[in-house]
């Protein structure tokens, strides 16, 4: 069986990862994640799955590498990881009763072959009050996730709808597209 590396420390990444129970490792891929000019949300999300992808692979060619990135777009912008509170409580009352797209994208290289999907989850907000949003953000402290919420605790509270045809892109790794991207790079799954 081929190495297998996943290029991102995420808890979230790794946790999903090991549902497909193949042997993997984790390394930082250390990619300069900042947009460029005029980049769409989406562009923004493949480009950097695949510099994580190819970042990793330049150095570890014998093995798969799985890069993915989110971005949550939201009238056409791109939102980032609020890291602190101030920022996580203003983007959810932004998005209270709107609707937020979230882009994941994810690429799996080995030297000169990648392999690369895009997944399109819409989640739509409920009204949130002020003080609905205090608890929320106290209680789990979002501050590292796209967004300001986690899908996969609390924060599925503050919905009204997902609409997605995976469930774990949210959470921050398509499996549903990973494992189709590795059963084309040889891998057996199931």
């Not at 009352?93 to 979230?102: K, L, N, Q, T, Y």
């Not at 997902?162 to 499996?175: C, K, M, N, R, Y």
Request: charged share 25%; aromatic share 6%.
């Amino acid at each position: 069986m081929s190495r297998l590396i996943l290029a991102s420390t995420s808890p979230y990444r790794h946790e999903l990862l090991q549902r497909l129970r193949l042997p993997f490792e984790v390394m930082h891929p250390d990619v300069d994640e900042s947009a460029q000019p005029d980049e769409s949300p989406a562009a923004l999300s493949q480009r950097l799955a695949a510099s994580k992808a190819m970042a990793i692979s330049a150095r570890e060619s014998d093995a798969w590498v799985i890069g993915s990135d989110q971005v949550a777009e939201f009238d056409g912008l791109a939102l980032g990881k609020p890291g602190h509170r101030d920022a996580a409580t203003a983007q959810l009352h932004a998005m209270s009763g709107r609707e937020v797209r979230f882009l994941t994208a994810v690429c799996v290289a080995r030297g000169n072959d990648s392999f690369e999907a895009l997944d399109s989850t819409t989640v739509h907000f409920r009204s949130l009050t002020d003080d609905e949003i205090a608890r929320y953000v106290d209680a789990e402290q979002p501050f590292d996730c796209a967004g300001s919420f986690k899908s996969e605790g609390l924060g599925i509270t503050l919905f009204e709808a997902i609409e997605s045809s995976d469930p774990t892109a949210l959470i921050g790794l398509p499996l549903i597209a990973v494992a189709s991207l590795l059963r084309q790079a040889g891998f057996a799954l199931p």
